[in-house]
């Protein structure tokens, strides 16, 4: 039986990429409506997402509580309602009534902020089901707004499972509902989500090279400073689950 297959039969859900009729009306009918009640968003880039489908990993900063929402409500429906956010484990996962909200809503899963051999299996498992996955590669969300420099984890995912990296950079969000707040500040304050071109390793590419592909590419989007530092070591490349 192929890895695909077996990951259907834990969760057909999941792998045959249907949507919840829950997250469809909490996603486009509540969430997206009351993120533009709260901040002016402008999309930039859609076009580069024509003819994607399937296994790929998003990746964006993050330094607000809004930049999940964003990155969700900004994408096609098609790839919208079918993505994966890895959640923090250890923040949304800990309390059950968190960990309901977060799975129905942002089809959420668990996610180890420090990364490891066999950490990745559930994000490998769901590549492997099609699924397209939304990683913050930083870690953690920043407290300042500075992007951080990425954690090799999104990369390896990429390399192994020979997926695409779409790259968004996020501007504004940060000073709309900074660390700390529990709401967006008021007047509506404008919010850009830049999308760019898809991203793929080249032949040979380590996951090192390929991270920091990946981060100057958001840097540039979200009009930031690449993350201080080289990427960390290169775990190993085949991301076991």
């Known amino acids: 039986?192929?890895?695909?297959?077996?990951?259907?039969?834990?969760d057909p859900a999941r792998a045959?990429?249907?949507?919840?009729?829950l997250r469809f009306v909490a996603q486009r009918l509540v969430l997206k409506p009351l993120l533009r009640t709260f901040v002016d968003v402008d999309v930039i880039g859609r076009e580069h997402l024509r003819g994607l489908d399937g296994a790929l990993v998003v990746v964006a900063n993050h330094s607000s509580h809004l930049d999940a929402p964003l990155v969700?409500?900004?994408l096609p429906r098609r790839l919208g309602l079918r993505l994966a956010v890895a959640a923090a484990a250890d923040y949304f996962f800990e309390?059950?009534?968190?960990?309901?909200f977060t799975?129905?809503?942002f089809n959420a899963f668990p996610m180890e902020r420090k990364i490891g051999r066999g950490r990745l299996g559930k994000a490998a498992e769901l590549l492997d089901a099609g699924m397209p996955l939304l990683l913050f590669a930083e870690g953690t969300r920043s407290r300042t707004g500075a992007m951080a420099r990425f954690k090799p984890g999104a990369a390896a995912l990429c390399l192994s499972r020979d997926v695409p990296c779409v790259p968004i950079g996020l501007r504004g969000a940060f000073a709309a509902m900074p660390s700390g707040r529990h709401w967006p500040v008021r007047g509506r304050p404008d919010v850009a989500v830049h999308i760019g071109v898809p991203l793929r390793a080249q032949p040979g590419e380590s996951?090192?090279?390929?991270?920091?592909r990946m981060q100057t590419a958001v840097a540039e989007l979200a009009d930031q400073v690449a993350g201080s530092g080289e990427p960390a070591e290169d775990p190993p490349r085949e991301c076991e689950a």
């Open 16 to 21: 045959s990429g249907s949507a919840s009729p």
């Open 95 to 100: 309390d059950r009534w968190r960990a309901g």
């Open 103 to 105: 799975k129905a809503v």
């Open 207 to 212: 996951i090192r090279s390929f991270s920091l």
């Open 1 to 10: 039986m192929s890895e695909q297959q077996e990951a259907r039969e834990r």
């Open 72 to 74: 969700l409500c900004s």
